[in-house]
Each structure stands twice: as C-alpha cells, then as structure tokens.
C-alpha cells in the first residue's frame, strides 16, 4: 500500500517552530495515511536521510527527528535545530522569525505536497546536447572570489580570474540563448567556488526563480539538494571527480521538471558569439587573456579588447 505522510508534514508545520514536537506511536499511526510500516519499528528507519520518503515529512518542515522509544513515541526537534545541537544547548530562546517554515506555509498553500515538489517545479536546467558539448569540462578558467573579482590569481598552478556569480550566469544564459530574467538565480548544484574545473561547468549550474533559490544550498532542504544532484546524474550522467556517484532520492520520479531550453547545434559557435559582443565581460577578459574551454585554455586573440 501507498503511503501519504502529508498528514504528519502538516502536524508538524502548525506545532510552535521553537519547541520540540513529541508524537505518540498511536497517533503517528493516524497521522501516516495506510500506518506505519513494518520497519518504521527500526530505529534507522527514523533518521534524517533525505534518500528516504518518509524524512521528507520532518525535514522538509526544519525538523530532524532527535529522540526515538520504538513503540512509544518519536520526538522531532526545534526547526533549524539539529539533534546534536538540542542535546547539548540547553533552552533556546525563540526565533525572531522562521523563512523555512514560512516558504513551507506558502508552498503549501500553493497546493505543492513540498518543497522539493516546488523546486523540481522551477528548475531550469540546460539541454543534455548542449551539455554534451563541453565534455563535462567547466567552460571558462573562473573562481569566485567577491572582495577581488576582476583580478587573476592561481588554483593549482593554473590561472584563474576571480569574479561573483557572473560568469556562471553568463555562461548559462548563453548556452541557453536566453537573456536575463525577471528575479531568478543561477544556482550551483555542487557549490564548490574555489574549484575551476566545476564553477563554470554548464552541468553544475541551474536557474531558479529567486524566491526558491535559497532552498538549493541544502543547509535547510537536504531532500532539495539530493533531488537537484540527482538531476545532473539523470540529464547528463555527471558529478564531480572524486565524487561518490548521488544516489536517487526516494519520491524523485513523482517530480516534474520544466522542459530544458532547446540545444544548440554548436557551443562553440554560440558562445564566441557572445564573447565577441560582450568584450569587457569577466568571460570574455578570462578567455582572451588565460584561455577558455575551446581555445584549449591558451589565450583566445580571436576575441576582441573592444573600445576604451
């Protein structure tokens, strides 16, 4: 039988964010739509593991289960509270305000069963033919570093120039052959800045409306974050090097994605294109100066200074 544990979701959603919710084993039968399982009498099968469907009850309301008496009750913690944290901190004062639990009530209100629902909703990735192009190599030699963009600098050895988020979008949009939108973000799914192999990897990046954004860091939504890796695994059959290979989260099939851009029939075309008419952009100067993606990162002279 289907299990919904929409019911219990929603319990915890309405208890106080500040204070730990204990739940009797009787009524968490009521609050599981077809009742508990058989290995809900396991202590692992209460843990906070965004793999599996039933944590996405807790941890997609901020609550990670931090006490279980099989047969008893389960006690999930204070939102954003993590179970290490409520074992050794004592009395928490109240939360000014809470924006997890308050996107929770919004996107509920919307009619998503979660948050992850909502996310998958809007999350646009690029096409896998466009992807492909790249070899699964990031497209330009570009770090983050906010205090020193527009400077270069060494990651291993090997040039970089430091930059915010810019050169990610930029390489997006253009690969997209989209212009900016209205109140969106390029999020990086695996959000390792200082890596150049992967800050510009057009596979490591997607686009969200900004209201959601935040959600994909996976501090607060870890079943958002294994949902979005798994995506870059099931459209391009990619994750980082060193990397173990994500596994797919439970209830990922029941997600629906939005349709990627159309591909482009050559990358490279596209994307010179775009440095030849934006010179002054932090692309255009990494790849004239250190190189890019397809000038085998050798300084690119075929990409203009443009006027003073």
């Not at 600098?153 to 939108?181: I, K, M, Y």
Request: proline share 9%; charged share 15%; aromatic share 8%.
């Amino acid at each position: 039988m289907a299990r919904d544990y929409s019911p219990l979701r929603l319990h915890l959603l309405v208890q106080p964010p500040d204070q730990a919710v204990t739940v009797l084993w009787e009524q968490l039968g009521q609050l599981v739509t077809g009742g508990l399982p058989p290995s809900a009498s396991i202590r692992n099968w209460w843990g906070s593991s965004a793999t599996h469907t039933q944590a996405a009850a807790w941890l997609g309301v901020g609550r990670p289960v931090i006490a279980v008496a099989l047969g008893v009750s389960v006690t999930f913690g204070p939102v954003g509270v993590t179970a290490s944290k409520v074992s050794r901190a004592g009395p928490k004062r109240p939360m000014i305000a809470d924006g997890v639990r308050a996107l929770t009530v919004v996107l509920t209100k919307a009619g998503y069963g979660s948050t992850v629902e909502a996310v998958a909703a809007h999350a646009l990735f690029l096409h896998p033919d466009t992807v492909a192009q790249t070899n699964g190599r990031a497209v330009f030699p570009v770090v983050r570093d906010m205090h020193n963009r527009g400077k270069f600098s060494t990651v291993g050895h090997r040039p970089v120039l430091l930059d915010d988020n810019t050169s990610a979008t930029l390489a997006f949009l253009w690969a997209a052959q989209r212009g900016p939108g209205n109140d969106v973000q390029t999020n990086h799914i695996w959000a390792d800045s200082g890596n150049p192999d992967i800050y510009t990897a057009l596979w490591n990046l997607c686009i969200t409306p900004a209201f959601l954004a935040k959600c994909t860091d996976g501090k607060h939504h870890p079943e958002v974050y294994a949902a979005l890796r798994y995506r870059v695994v099931d459209l391009y059959g990619l994750w980082p090097a060193g990397r173990e290979r994500p596994a797919c989260p439970a209830g990922y099939e029941r997600l629906s994605w939005p349709e990627p851009p159309a591909a482009v029939a050559d990358l490279e075309v596209t994307l010179r294109a775009r440095l030849v008419a934006r010179p002054k952009s932090p692309p255009a100067i990494a790849a004239r100066k250190v190189g890019w993606l397809f000038s085998n990162w050798e300084p690119d002279s075929r990409i203009p200074a443009g006027p003073e």
